[in-house]
């Protein structure tokens, strides 16, 4: 049941998206609503006063693939995910999809939904972040292409002059030697201590070409100087050199980072165990 001050519109096309954002003030916008429902104390589900439906624009409903990348729209439901198989999705994305609440929710939940929900990053944020997604943004009279790490903050991102639609999101086609999801916390549940861990690694002739390490729960973070200390190095790593790279952690990862001693234990535990596959 809807609190009787909500007007919903829906949208047919991305057009009207666009339409809407511009005519009507203050209107947020919204697909499966599980990230609201989940959110409710009372019995009546309480939405804005002015929501913006796109549950069932095709466009947004879709997910193309070409050999430089492959595009979501930001309605592909999570469970629409998992029936594309694992072949044919990055595997920490698959993995972390696989993870998520029950099939019911999943029938629901969407992609989009999943990666903008408010005051903690969910779990298919980090293995976007790490894949260098990028996010097509639609405002009331434009479109524009923006990294994840420029449209989210952890500190909050500022309101805008104007409304945003989030509507595809683009993540490259990359193969990799290595590829890891990791969750902490209670299966299913999100709580303070909820976070997902990523670490992704490419090698070519026993050297190390790349690596990602990502982290997401209720702050996210990608160090990509921490990633240029390692890219480069010959394997197996040495013990001398795991022994480094674990006291550079302790400097790049600090308590200043991490607000909660627990977190940042379970992330140093799970940095050091991938580390230890390059040895």
Not at 63 to 89: H, M, P
Not at 139 to 163: A, L
């Amino acid at each position: 049941m809807l609190n009787k001050t909500t007007t919903v519109y829906r949208a047919n096309s991305v057009t009207e998206i666009q339409t809407l954002l511009r005519n009507i003030s203050g209107i947020s916008v919204a697909a499966g609503c599980t990230e609201i429902a989940r959110r409710q104390t009372g019995r009546a589900l309480s939405l804005p006063t002015h929501v913006l439906s796109i549950a069932g624009i095709p466009d947004l409903c879709s997910v193309t693939k070409t050999e430089r990348y492959i595009d979501f729209g930001a309605c592909v439901t999570l469970a629409s995910l998992l029936e594309l198989g694992r072949k044919n999705l990055p595997e920490v994305l698959f993995d972390a999809v696989s993870g998520i609440a029950n099939p019911a929710v999943r029938s629901l939940a969407t992609l989009g939904g999943n990666i903008s929900a408010k005051g903690h990053r969910l779990s298919t944020f980090a293995p976007l972040l790490a894949l260098d997604a990028r996010l097509e943004i639609k405002t009331p009279t434009d479109t524009y292409w923006v990294p994840m790490t420029r449209f989210f903050s952890n500190t909050g991102k500022e309101q805008p002059g104007f409304p945003e639609c989030l509507c595809r999101i683009r993540v490259p086609v990359e193969q990799w030697d290595i590829a890891l999801y990791r969750r902490t916390g209670k299966p299913c549940l999100v709580s303070d201590t909820t976070a997902s861990f990523i670490f992704l690694v490419k090698t070519q002739k026993k050297v190390l070409t790349d690596i990602r390490i990502a982290w997401a729960g209720k702050f996210f973070f990608r160090k990509r100087e921490f990633e240029n200390l390692i890219i480069g190095r010959t394997l197996p790593l040495s013990e001398k050199d795991m022994v480094n790279l674990m006291d550079k952690s302790e400097l790049f990862f600090d308590q200043l980072l991490f607000l909660e001693s627990y977190n940042r234990a379970c992330f140093l535990n799970l940095l050091e165990d991938s580390l230890r596959l390059l040895t």
